[in-house]
């Protein structure tokens, strides 16, 4: 299908299932040579990114944990700017080496914050690894040590991604259609 219709809009194919998955394999070998030796816990946000850290994870070659929290400050096409933590952290990282899993970093807003809350439980290390990144849409600098893609400032849905709840369940991704 090169287009769907989520709720009220019309979005057109822009990242093909088969583009994602060899990104995720090429970023999974990345991690896992970084991490030789070490077992890092993976922090994935929820919902975006659950497709993405599944992919991911079967993917890197290491032991490891994962556990989840959830932030939001997305309503409808629009962030809000307002970040709300969901879930919280169940999982003791003091000394550990977290790598956070992002499903996409627009504005760097959430991602900031995550890291900030994270800092202070004392982890050996924060890296990030996001599947897309917006970098035109960034308003403040993260550092985003693994990344898969990067995309224009558009509105998408599918592979995890949303809108207004719906249009996760896609293989591909998705460009809002203007």
Do not use: W
């Amino acid at each position: 299908m090169n287009r769907i219709k989520v709720k009220d809009k019309t979005f057109e194919v822009s990242i093909p299932a088969e583009e994602l998955a060899r990104e995720v394999r090429r970023v999974a070998t990345e991690i896992s040579r970084d991490y030789a030796g070490r077992e890092p816990l993976f922090l994935p946000v929820l919902n975006g990114s659950f497709i993405f850290a599944a992919d991911l994870l079967r993917e890197v070659d290491l032991p490891c944990e994962i556990s989840f929290i959830k932030l939001a400050s997305y309503q409808g096409t629009q962030s809000t700017g307002e970040i709300r933590e969901v879930i919280g952290l169940a999982q003791d990282i003091t000394g550990r080496d977290v790598i956070i899993v992002e499903d996409i970093i627009d504005s760097g807003l959430t991602m900031a914050h995550m890291i900030e809350t994270l800092e202070r439980h004392n982890p050996a290390s924060i890296r990030v690894c996001s599947l897309l990144v917006k970098p035109a849409a960034l308003k403040v600098e993260v550092p985003i040590h693994y990344r898969a893609l990067d995309i224009p400032n558009d509105f998408i849905v599918g592979y995890g991604l949303d809108y207004d709840g719906f249009g996760r369940n896609t293989k591909d991704i998705y460009t809002l259609v203007k």
